[in-house]
């Protein structure tokens, strides 16, 4: 007499359990039973696209951190030419001194927002004209992790923009009365080259704008690729699998039928013989 078993049933059901994990994750790799070796290149891949969105992110707020830096000094420069004008109008003997004062204290007061602006100018708490709200020295320059390397930098310079950095904080503490046409004139060649050196800030700040927008661009094909192969290699093929399940769960009904009924024959039998 045969003995009966359905291990050909538990079999089945196995199938249709994996199969149904496979459309309940959307996943085709699951563990590492599944495939060993393509679970590893998928789980490479997966760090590596998590580097690059988050790379992606750093360069993001590095150009907003430079494009804050460049406005406020943009705004500074046209203090600057505010300056310029008012010591030009000081400078010409046809203004009386009473008006050459005024004009100072204009002045004054146009470059205390200068360094109202470099103190106040800031990305997520750290300042960007100056080395802090209350220190006039320079900035430290600034180094922006814009790859999954540890080389993948980007750097952008120091800058100091206030009336320390600019030259002009003798300017600022003059006093109103003794404010001459000459000392107008003087000055004037000083807020030139306070302009220019704002001016070569931008340039620099341009630079590196340019230099993270295109790093950012990379970034963003890289983790698109990378992602694209990471799916490709463990993203289910759902419309298989649930053809897969469907097979399976038929096969498991017609196992079990069959073998119910094999076991109904088997008890005939037995019947008879006793």
Not at 61 to 89: G, P
Not at 202 to 216: V, W
């Amino acid at each position: 007499m045969e003995i009966s078993n359905n291990v050909s049933s538990y079999v089945n059901q196995y199938k249709t359990n994996n199969t149904l994990e496979k459309i309940a994750t959307g996943l085709e790799l699951n563990r590492a039973a599944n495939d060993a070796s393509s679970l590893v290149i998928s789980d490479k891949l997966r760090t590596q696209s998590s580097g690059y969105v988050q790379a992606i992110s750093n360069t993001n707020s590095a150009i907003a951190s430079t494009q804050i830096a460049d406005r406020a000094i943009s705004e500074q420069s046209n203090i600057l030419n505010s300056v310029k004008e008012k010591l030009l109008q000081a400078s010409t003997d046809t203004t009386s001194q009473e008006g050459r004062e005024a004009l100072l204290k204009d002045v004054q007061n146009l470059l205390k927002g200068l360094d109202s602006i470099g103190s106040a100018t800031n990305y997520n708490g750290e300042s960007l004209l100056q080395s802090s709200s209350s220190d006039q020295s320079a900035s430290q320059a600034k180094i922006y992790q814009t790859g999954t390397e540890e080389s993948d930098t980007t750097e952008s310079n120091s800058v100091q923009a206030n009336t320390v950095g600019l030259g002009l904080s003798d300017l600022l503490s003059d006093l109103p009365s003794d404010f001459t046409a000459q000392d107008a004139r003087d000055y004037l060649s000083r807020v030139d080259d306070a302009i220019g050196t704002l001016n070569d800030y931008r340039s620099d700040l341009g630079s590196t704008q340019n230099q993270l927008a295109s790093t950012g661009r990379n970034l963003l094909t890289q983790e698109t690729q990378t992602s694209r192969a990471e799916s490709e290699l463990s993203a289910a093929n759902i419309a298989r699998s649930l053809s897969d399940f469907n097979k399976q769960s038929v096969l498991s009904q017609a196992g079990a039928y069959t073998q119910s009924q094999f076991n109904i024959t088997q008890q005939s039998v037995l019947r008879l013989l006793t």
